[in-house]
């Protein structure tokens, strides 16, 4: 159970980091016997260090360092693959490998307890720091998520890897994979999920192993990687800004930079979505970033341009909002184009595979004073998030009539190969010219609203116009789950004041998180009286977009106000064995 005071809501700082420009090291391995293959049942797992030096920063005005040390994970004669899932937010998380046995592919359930939640493998990597002297400085262990920013590590491995890009950090994921591909090597530094170590300017020597579950688990053998760390001490005066976008040894967050998308090329009109050739993957500069107004947790993102870096500092004071941004600093995902004109023929909706839109328990809950010009109000804010657990993808386009404030609205549905096969009328876009928003949104998406105890209405969220965008990874496990869903970044998907069609598409596995805190969005509670109420966040509300199930469209979260006018607080209980407010 979480009690929150009264709070100005301020956007978390952003922080960056160096990870490795490139694998400088070499990695033979002896080519499997058919004997050999057949009775494998799970990837040989490696640890090594990309180079056997690493220089780290320290800054004057915010000492501590950031582990990034260059040891990855590789993975070799099949990729390192899990599935880590929960039946309900009442189950606990488990996982499972899945290993191969004559070739095909065998789920293996992993020990209760491997996994605690959906940030990665717990205490994995084991890390000692010592001095010149030989006392240890450090001594920690810190998860590793298989996801986190990667690269071959030969020329003859996979041009890209399958697996999603991050961990989740949303609260109330339900299920994620992650996964090393074969010929690949994941870094092994635990990003946004550890903390940095004061140390003093000078040298060091890290020695990072595998804890012995995971080498037992995994069959690692106990070959620690050995860096030298040399520590150096600057200010942000000395010429670096105080976003921290363009030194060495700076905050990496988790990531993978499998694949950095080209210019999206599957649009053509009468079919969904496809995915683009992928680009060779990022692996230096990587920095988190944050999705404004979708999401108020830390970023976890793979590599990114120092470029797009710079582009995120300069953004780093911009009100919470749903403006521009990265969902989790992965990349600009490439625009989704609409059909090159409106839909002919009769409307339809076939007998075919619909989005099935879902709501998670609103998260991220606090009391805000609606910023300075707005004295003596009481705020309840929060964050929602509508998924799409499939099997189809929600795909929504918007067309202006010329002169016309607002876009007309329809849902598009697909065959099994792709090929549009009907549509329907589903209201409408209209453009939001406020600060914070400067972008389409489309229409009865979603509605919040405070239910009293009795689950009566109390107040109701003036947000019910949504600009979609890809922004978690809710549970990569449901059917047709798209690991690498295109228009997860908002200036992309949701067009320019002078667009004349928009297209707007939510994947399977994947949801939409709005932060509710600006007044208008969040709940004005300056005259509701302290007492138990529910967050509702609801999909779908007006049921004019056509799914598979349109009973699983809400979800209620617990919360009991207190306090005084101007001083309320909120007391968010835990929801089942999710105790995140």
Same mark, same amino acid.
């Given at each position: 159970?979480?009690?929150?005071r009264?709070?100005r809501?301020r956007r978390?700082?952003?922080?960056?980091?160096?990870?490795v420009a490139a694998?400088?090291?070499?990695v033979?391995?002896?080519?499997?016997?058919p004997?050999?293959?057949?009775?494998a049942t799970?990837?040989?797992?490696?640890l090594?260090?990309?180079?056997?030096?690493?220089t780290l920063?320290?800054?004057?005005?915010?000492p501590?360092v950031?582990l990034?040390?260059g040891t990855?994970?590789t993975?070799?004669g099949?990729?390192?693959?899990?599935k880590?899932?929960r039946k309900?937010?009442?189950?606990p998380v488990t996982?499972?490998q899945t290993v191969f046995? =004559?070739?095909?592919?065998?789920?293996?359930?992993l020990?209760?307890g491997?996994v605690k939640?959906?940030?990665?493998?717990?205490?994995?990597?084991?890390?000692?720091?010592?001095?010149?002297?030989?006392?240890?400085?450090v001594s920690?262990?810190?998860?590793?998520c298989?996801?986190?920013a990667?690269?071959?590590?030969r020329?003859?491995?996979?041009a890209t890897?399958?697996y999603?890009?991050?961990?989740?950090?949303?609260?109330?994921?339900?299920?994620?994979?992650w996964g090393?591909?074969?010929?690949?090597?994941a870094?092994?530094?635990?990003g946004?999920?550890?903390?940095?170590?004061?140390?003093?300017?000078?040298?060091?020597?890290?020695? &990072?192993?595998?804890?012995?579950?995971y080498?037992?688990?995994?069959?690692?053998?106990d070959?620690p990687?050995? &860096?030298k760390?040399?520590?150096?001490?600057r200010?942000?005066e000395e010429?670096?800004?105080?976003?921290r976008?363009a030194?060495?040894?700076?905050?990496? =967050?988790?990531?993978?930079?499998?694949?950095?998308p080209?210019?999206? *090329?599957?649009?053509g009109?009468?079919?969904?979505?496809?995915?683009?050739?992928?680009g060779a993957p990022?692996?230096s500069?990587a920095?988190?970033?944050?999705? &404004?107004?979708?999401g108020?947790?830390?970023?976890?993102?793979?590599?990114l341009?120092w470029?797009?870096k710079?582009?995120?500092?300069?953004r780093?004071d911009v009100?919470?909002?749903?403006?521009t941004?990265?969902?989790d600093?992965?990349?600009?995902?490439?625009a989704l184009a609409?059909?090159a004109?409106?839909?002919?023929? *009769?409307p339809?909706?076939?007998?075919?595979?619909?989005?099935?839109?879902?709501?998670?328990?609103?998260y991220?809950?606090?009391i805000s004073?609606g910023?300075?010009?707005?004295?003596g109000k009481?705020?309840l804010?929060?964050?929602a998030?509508?998924?799409?657990?499939g099997?189809?993808?929600?795909?929504?386009?918007?067309?202006r009539?010329p002169?016309?404030?607002?876009?007309?609205?329809?849902?598009?549905?697909?065959?099994?190969?792709g090929?549009?096969v009907g549509?329907?009328?589903?209201?409408?876009?209209?453009?939001d010219?406020?600060?914070?928003?400067?972008?389409?949104?489309f229409?009865?998406?979603?509605?919040?609203?405070?239910?009293?105890a009795?689950?009566?209405?109390a107040v109701?969220?003036?947000?019910?116009a949504?600009?979609l965008? *890809?922004?978690?990874a &809710?549970?990569?496990t449901v059917k047709?789950a *798209?690991?690498h869903p295109y228009n997860?970044?908002?200036?992309?998907?949701?067009?320019q004041?002078n667009?004349?069609?928009?297209r707007?598409?939510?994947d399977?596995?994947?949801?939409?998180?709005?932060?509710?805190?600006?007044p =208008?969005?969040?709940?004005?509670?300056?005259d509701?009286p302290?007492?138990t109420?529910?967050?509702?966040?609801l999909?779908?509300?007006?049921?004019?977009?056509?799914?598979?199930?349109?009973?699983?469209?809400?979800?209620?979260?617990?919360?009991?106000?207190?306090?005084?006018?101007?001083?309320?607080?909120?007391t968010v209980p835990?929801h089942d064995l999710v105790?995140?407010?």
């Amino acid at each position: 159970m979480t009690t929150t005071r009264t709070t100005r809501l301020r956007r978390p700082l952003l922080a960056g980091t160096t990870a490795v420009a490139a694998m400088a090291v070499t990695v033979g391995f002896m080519a499997a016997t058919p004997e050999q293959a057949k009775a494998a049942t799970g990837p040989r797992l490696s640890l090594i260090a990309a180079t056997g030096s690493v220089t780290l920063t320290s800054w004057k005005e915010d000492p501590g360092v950031y582990l990034d040390l260059g040891t990855y994970l590789t993975a070799e004669g099949t990729p390192l693959e899990l599935k880590v899932t929960r039946k309900s937010y009442k189950d606990p998380v488990t996982v499972t490998q899945t290993v191969f046995e =004559g070739g095909k592919a065998k789920a293996k359930t992993l020990p209760k307890g491997t996994v605690k939640d959906f940030s990665g493998l717990p205490g994995f990597a084991e890390i000692t720091l010592t001095d010149r002297t030989g006392k240890v400085v450090v001594s920690r262990a810190e998860n590793f998520c298989p996801n986190n920013a990667s690269g071959r590590v030969r020329p003859d491995a996979p041009a890209t890897s399958k697996y999603p890009e991050s961990c989740p950090t949303n609260p109330f994921t339900l299920g994620s994979v992650w996964g090393v591909e074969k010929g690949w090597a994941a870094n092994t530094y635990a990003g946004s999920y550890t903390q940095p170590v004061k140390l003093a300017a000078g040298t060091y020597t890290a020695k &990072v192993r595998v804890a012995k579950k995971y080498r037992d688990l995994f069959g690692i053998a106990d070959r620690p990687a050995t &860096v030298k760390v040399t520590v150096q001490e600057r200010s942000w005066e000395e010429g670096a800004t105080p976003a921290r976008s363009a030194a060495a040894g700076e905050h990496a =967050g988790h990531g993978a930079g499998h694949q950095a998308p080209a210019a999206h *090329n599957g649009h053509g009109p009468g079919h969904a979505p496809t995915p683009a050739q992928a680009g060779a993957p990022e692996t230096s500069g990587a920095g988190p970033s944050y999705n &404004v107004g979708h999401g108020p947790l830390k970023a976890a993102p793979p590599a990114l341009p120092w470029a797009t870096k710079k582009q995120q500092a300069a953004r780093a004071d911009v009100r919470a909002g749903d403006t521009t941004g990265q969902t989790d600093g992965s990349r600009r995902a490439p625009a989704l184009a609409p059909q090159a004109k409106r839909p002919a023929g *009769n409307p339809s909706v076939p007998n075919v595979p619909k989005p099935d839109l879902r709501s998670l328990p609103a998260y991220g809950i606090t009391i805000s004073d609606g910023g300075q010009d707005i004295p003596g109000k009481d705020y309840l804010a929060f964050s929602a998030n509508v998924w799409n657990a499939g099997p189809a993808q929600l795909v929504v386009d918007g067309f202006r009539s010329p002169g016309k404030a607002k876009m007309d609205a329809y849902q598009y549905f697909y065959d099994a190969r792709g090929k549009q096969v009907g549509y329907t009328p589903t209201g409408t876009m209209e453009w939001d010219p406020r600060p914070g928003h400067v972008h389409w949104h489309f229409t009865d998406f979603a509605s919040y609203r405070l239910l009293k105890a009795d689950k009566k209405e109390a107040v109701r969220s003036g947000k019910e116009a949504f600009c979609l965008a *890809n922004t978690d990874a &809710v549970d990569y496990t449901v059917k047709n789950a *798209n690991w690498h869903p295109y228009n997860t970044d908002l200036s992309t998907a949701c067009g320019q004041e002078n667009s004349i069609s928009v297209r707007e598409v939510l994947d399977v596995g994947s949801g939409d998180t709005y932060t509710q805190d600006l007044p =208008g969005q969040s709940f004005d509670i300056t005259d509701v009286p302290n007492g138990t109420y529910y967050i509702q966040v609801l999909a779908n509300p007006a049921k004019r977009l056509k799914e598979t199930n349109l009973d699983n469209n809400s979800a209620l979260r617990k919360v009991v106000l207190g306090g005084t006018p101007g001083r309320r607080t909120v007391t968010v209980p835990a929801h089942d064995l999710v105790n995140a407010n």
